[in-house]
């Protein structure tokens, strides 16, 4: 039987001017996985992510680390990386990893620190002139400093180059090894994909949908999308078929199961398969697909 | 201990790493000092002051001369001493048809011979003290050194942490187990160390090419510059409590450091002032702060000599110290 390292229930937040940015929400995150939790902007996850770390106040509901009502000791034992955050200037990364190792009764001897997050490069640099990526390998090296049991990262890799995310998944696929336990907010779906384990999807503070990523791309889809640029003659024709579509300025999609049949049948009408594109469905497709909506970045 | 020690190191480190910050910090004082040592240098101004205690007769002739000064003391032996540090250049015990003058001063001799020209002086009791001139300068001093301590205070805590919580180290720390005591006192004695260590080095500095009066203790000096710094610490903490931007924590502070510095007696002495003015000024430690530094450096005051401005000064810094910790934040929400 797998345990729930931290647990949601029923949880609230109203703003002033009765905002509502979490509507009563409930879920649970299981020990030594990587959990996401995805949304587009203002969808509600950093607002419960900072409740859950203890950072804001819940208007109502409760969270349960390990079975119990978050108390003191609950900082001692989770690593937290925020979406922005700073650090005092004119300290180096050794400076800066120093005073946070001075912040905890527990906490991972500076040399492993720098070896998990690849520091040694950046460790005597002023930590204004770090680069994004350089910037977030130090943070995550602060969130590990205590060696926590459960890791908070909300939206790590936002702003970085592509090179900079992959090694930054890299380094959160090696802390999962460890089996330590992540929730990790993104609105990278690809990022999801690549490093959740289960993931539940926020949307204007509600969770539509809590589950394996591979287990609710198989629940709501079948088959692939077979996608053509878009012509009106092409359009008249398919919208004549009895087929699962969606139509942009720019492309004819075609959601199936068997994609031989759909080739046939676009041959046989004389459409050029020229451009065609053939896709497994992810999730992002399965974003829009229950919110109804793409991603607002 | 541990986290203290922590927040005070890396607030310490930050600073003076801080360069610009930290020349502009010393530099302030001593280029002001120094100007005003070169534009006061000449003390010949057209004006006499005469110390009197008692009523006198505004229609006898010495009384009707102009460009004379008239400042009433309470206290005999609080005005002898201004004319031994010729703060006056004469003075007159109306009840004891006694009076006094300062034989190292050249314009004490000028005044005595006015007092002898118009014929008031021929009841009077002569008595001579000696004493060195008080220059602007050593005058001045103690008061652009608290000065510099109240802006550095104010400006060095409650600017910084509210830039802290803008900018979302404040919300960093809060995640950690450190709480906000420990924050709080790391943050002020950080700062303390720094104004006290920088502004004994302006005092080295300066006091070795303009040679300072010192009278009394400098221990004594460096004891009330410590309470005088905690208790504009203390105030920068109450500001910094709630503010969540650093335009409005820059006007308020402002608001408050302006009037204190113009009516804190830094500039002018408080003596003869309208009575409301020495009111308002009361109300500032600053006032407090200059006074009991200036009374022991020019005056030879101990401790106790100025016990009423400590007490006051250490009344005020719990205040401010209590109110700012209960009514702290970490973050903006």
Redesign the interface.
């Known amino acids: 039987m797998s345990e729930n390292i931290i647990e949601v229930h029923n949880l609230k937040k109203i703003y002033p001017k009765n905002i509502v940015a979490v509507n009563d929400i409930s879920f649970q995150v299981k020990k030594g996985i990587c959990f996401g939790l995805l949304g587009p902007n203002g969808a509600g996850k950093t607002t419960t992510i900072e409740m859950m770390e203890g950072i804001l106040k819940p208007t109502s509901g409760k969270i349960l680390f390990k079975g119990e009502l978050i108390d003191k000791r609950f900082k001692e034992q989770v690593g937290i990386q925020f979406q922005n955050t700073s650090i005092q200037d004119f300290l180096t990364v050794r400076d800066t990893l120093k005073l946070f190792l001075s912040l905890y009764l527990k906490v991972k001897p500076l040399d492993e620190i720098i070896e998990i997050c690849s520091l040694h490069d950046i460790i005597d640099r002023d930590t204004k002139k770090l680069s994004g990526g350089q910037k977030q390998r130090m943070l995550l090296g602060i969130a590990l400093i205590n060696d926590p049991e459960l890791l908070f990262l909300d939206e790590p890799t936002t702003g970085l180059d592509p090179q900079a995310r992959r090694n930054f998944w890299e380094l959160i696929r090696n802390i999962k090894k460890s089996g330590k336990t992540i929730i990790l907010t993104t609105h990278y779906m690809d990022e999801a994909e690549v490093l959740c384990d289960e993931i539940a999807i926020m949307d204007q503070g509600k969770i539509i949908v809590q589950e394996k990523p591979e287990i609710l791309l198989k629940e709501n889809f079948c088959g692939a999308f077979v996608t053509i640029p878009y012509h009106s003659d092409y359009e008249r024709i398919v919208n004549t078929l009895n087929w699962n579509i969606k139509i942009d300025s720019n492309s004819i999609q075609i959601q199936c199961v068997d994609i031989d049949e759909v080739l046939t049948i676009l041959l046989r009408n004389k459409i050029p398969l020229t451009g065609l594109k053939i896709d497994e469905p992810n999730l992002e497709d399965l974003f829009i697909k229950l919110t109804g909506s793409s991603l607002r970045l | 201990m ?2 203290f ?3 005070f ?3 310490n ?2 600073f003076f ?2 360069t610009g910050t930290l020349i502009w910090v010393i530099l302030f004082p001593i280029v002001m000092i120094t100007g005003l040592s070169l534009a006061l240098s000449d003390n010949n101004k057209p004006l006499y002051k005469i110390g009197i205690i008692g009523t006198y007769n505004e229609s006898a002739d010495f009384f009707q001369t102009k460009y004379l000064q008239y400042i009433n003391y309470d206290s005999e032996d609080e005005a002898i001493l201004k004319l031994s540090h010729h703060q006056i250049d004469f003075l007159i015990n109306i009840h004891k048809n006694e009076y006094w003058m300062n034989s190292d001063s050249s314009k004490g001799y000028i005044v005595e011979k006015l007092f002898e020209i118009t014929g008031y002086s021929q009841s009077f009791i002569k008595h001579i003290v000696t004493g060195k001139a008080i220059r602007y300068v050593d005058w001045v001093f103690p008061g652009v050194i608290a000065m510099n301590i109240m802006m550095n205070s104010l400006f060095g805590v409650g600017f910084v942490i509210v830039r ?1 919580r803008k ?3 404040l ?8 709480n906000s005591f420990e924050f709080i006192t790391g943050q002020i004695f950080s700062r303390l160390f720094i104004v006290v260590t920088i502004n004994s080095f302006v005092f080295l500095i300066c006091n070795l090419f303009l040679k300072f009066v010192i009278v009394g203790s400098l221990f004594n000096m460096l004891l009330i510059t410590i309470l005088g710094s905690f208790c504009h610490i203390s105030l920068g903490l109450l500001f910094s409590c709630r503010f969540k931007s650093e335009e409005l924590a820059n006007g308020v502070i402002n608001l408050v450091s302006w009037p204190m510095m113009m009516f804190s007696g830094i500039w002018f002495s408080l003596e003869g002032a309208p009575s409301i003015l020495s009111k308002i000024a009361n109300i500032f430690p600053l006032t407090h702060f200059v006074t009991a530094l200036r009374k022991i450096m020019l005056e030879g005051a101990s401790l106790t000599g100025v016990i009423n401005h400590i007490i006051i000064l250490v009344v005020m810094s719990v205040v401010f110290l209590i109110s700012g910790s209960y009514l702290f934040k970490w ?1 903006e ?1």
């Open positions: 541990k986290k020690l922590a927040i190191m890396a607030r480190k930050e790493k801080d802290y900018n979302g180290v919300k960093r720390l809060k995640a950690t187990p450190l973050d929400n």
